[in-house]
């Protein structure tokens, strides 16, 4: 059964048009993740969704945007992970290059 609660959301801090897709730390409360696509006609959304879906490891129908479409600022709701299992996958994929 999937999980659906409050806790289970990702805040997120999305930088768009970089050399590549990279988880870069923490931003405040939320996590900064660069991304390799244009803030224009949905991209930098979808490139987000797809990253995301590869850095947990899950399918991307089980992740979906509830904040922050047209905002650096996103919110992700988790259906297969909690919010704690999901940052500390990311996290500890920091990009420190």
Known sequence: MPISSPSNYLSLHVVPNAPRSSI?????NA?????H?????????SELIRFL?????VPASTLALVRGQKSRE???SLSTLT?????TLLLDSVDTR
Not at 83 to 87: N, R
């Open 24 to 28: 870069v730390g923490r931003h405040g």
């Open 31 to 35: 996590i900064k993740i660069k991304l």
């Open 37 to 45: 696509a244009p803030a224009v006609d949905n991209k930098a959304n």
């Open 53 to 57: 879906a590869e850095m947990l490891r």
């Open 74 to 76: 996103k919110t992700v």
């Open 83 to 87: 919010t704690a299992q999901a940052e």
